[in-house]
């Protein structure tokens, strides 16, 4: 059985997708032919998408004028990434040595941006193609079960406008405010104060 695999439902990723790229240009005169090329999905259906989005009061065009609610649109459509917890010594030294792609989100992320949450979990996301060198990489490494680290694997398109912070590679802010509403609790309230400080000139 494997351990770790991209999810078996991949319908809402064309809706995630449309509202990642929505959200990381919340100040970009965007096209919706462009929006299209950026979410990695049909021209027809984006307009589709975006026209039930502007209906329901979220955006004009492809401009987001209700950030937070977009935001719960997300997260109750949000494909759950699968993920293995696993134990680490030095999570962070050993993210920091291996060329495989990755990107931090929910604690680690938050406190590179932010500073608000401590950094007791360490969660990131890994390529689907790279999911075997991975697994590698925790059997000489850590160990299997309950830990102080979650890889996750959802889809490419998660890497979308990632970060760079202090050398360490980051989900963008708008996937990392999805994490942290998921996760509930004080990432809930890190996650508000991140869309007061990424969104706070698009609150009209």
């Known amino acids: 059985m494997a351990l770790l695999g991209r999810p078996d439902r991949e319908r809402g990723f064309h809706k995630e997708r449309i509202i990642r790229v929505l959200l990381n240009h919340t100040g970009d005169d965007l096209t919706k032919y462009r929006l299209a090329q950026l979410s990695e999905t049909s021209e027809p259906w984006t307009r589709q998408y975006t026209d039930k989005l502007e209906n329901e009061g979220l955006v004009e065009g492809t401009a987001v004028v209700a950030p937070a609610e977009l935001y719960q649109v997300w997260l109750d459509q949000r494909i759950e990434p699968n993920q293995l917890e696993v134990s680490l010594q030095q999570p962070m030294d050993l993210i920091a040595e291996t060329d495989l792609q990755h990107a931090l ?74 994490d942290l509403l998921a996760e509930g609790g004080p990432c809930e309230q890190a996650a508000e104060k991140l869309i007061d400080l990424y969104h706070g000139d698009q609150q009209w």
């Open 105 to 178: 989100t929910t604690y680690q992320a938050e406190n590179l941006h932010q500073g608000l949450l401590f950094t007791s979990i360490t969660d990131f996301y890994i390529a689907p193609a790279e999911i075997n060198d991975w697994l590698a990489v925790v059997e000489q490494k850590g160990l299997l079960g309950g830990g102080n680290t979650r890889i996750r694997v959802l889809e490419d398109h998660v890497f979308y406008n990632e970060q760079m912070v202090d050398g360490v590679s980051t989900v963008s802010i708008p996937q990392l405010i999805l």
